[in-house]
């Protein structure tokens, strides 16, 4: 009998390996990425982390290994279909100025022609959730403050109740006192649905205050993964120890 997809990891990664120009941007790299949990790519720019975030949602080809999708291999066939499965959402939050915070929530689900009965209910269901009100929700992008963007643009990905959500430093355009509000908005979030996240950060309290698991990068290459507290306890080598000591929880050890 074969497993059920639902014991098992959302994403598998398996030898992942992508170069530009004859750089290797990933370097053969293997992670399983759970079910019900936030995983955060951690690493300094250019350490491959966004990069690796763009093959597991097939909008880059793989120059060698797989990515699995719930058993679906993610290749540029079935990545289009496999898209509608996933969640996303940038730094900027990407929403189009033209379109009211609603309807850029409901793009996709309007465009996949999803019955509008539903899609009133669960814009409702999302907008108690990140508390966002309906009048908020009829205005503009430009009316609206840069917390209340990125709100949109989480509604937006987790609507259509994806497999996975890809979030590339969802956080990393705001002030300092947004930014930790909603850090522990996304939290709350994602625990109340049992979000599936893979999320991208070089902020090492960012990655301890939303990531159960840490996936540490350098240079294209995974280094160590498991809970920040025990990458900072036992970390696989100095880099490690290095990098970590700037974090705050870490300080104190």
Do not use: C, Y
């Not at 497993?3 to 293997?30: E, M, Q």
């Not at 940038?90 to 793009?107: E, I, K, R, W, Y």
């Not at 689900?109 to 908020?136: D, F, I, Q, S």
Request: hydrophobic share 45%; no cysteine; proline share 6%.
């Amino acid at each position: 009998m074969s497993p059920d997809p639902g014991d098992g990891p959302v994403l598998v990664l398996r030898d992942v390996a992508r170069s530009f120009g004859g750089h290797p941007a990933v370097r053969r790299l293997s992670l399983d990425v759970s079910r019900a949990r936030t995983t955060v790519l951690l690493g300094e720019s250019g350490s491959g982390k966004s990069t690796l975030l763009r093959l597991m949602a097939g909008l880059l080809a793989l120059d060698s290994g797989e990515i699995l999708l719930e058993g679906t291999a993610v290749t540029p066939g079935t990545g289009p279909a496999l898209r509608r499965r996933m969640g996303f959402g940038l730094q900027s939050g990407g929403l189009f100025p033209h379109l009211t915070a609603a309807d850029n929530v409901t793009l996709l689900a309007r465009a996949l022609r999803r019955p509008a009965e539903w899609r009133a209910r669960r814009l409702a269901e999302l907008g108690a959730l990140v508390r966002l009100e309906p009048e908020l929700l009829a205005r503009w992008p430009a009316q609206l403050s840069g917390g209340q963007r990125q709100r949109v643009s989480l509604m937006r990905a987790l609507f259509l109740v994806p497999a996975v959500v890809l979030l590339d430093e969802p956080l990393g355009a705001l002030d300092p006192v947004t930014r930790g509000e909603l850090q522990g908005e996304l939290v709350r979030v994602f625990r109340a649905l049992g979000t599936t996240v893979v999320l991208v950060t070089h902020d090492l309290d960012e990655a301890a205050k939303l990531g159960d698991r840490v996936a540490l990068m350098r240079e294209g290459a995974l280094v160590q993964v498991g809970p920040i507290e025990e990458l900072a306890a036992h970390p696989a080598d100095p880099w490690v120890a290095r990098f970590l000591a700037g974090w705050r929880g870490g300080a104190d050890r």
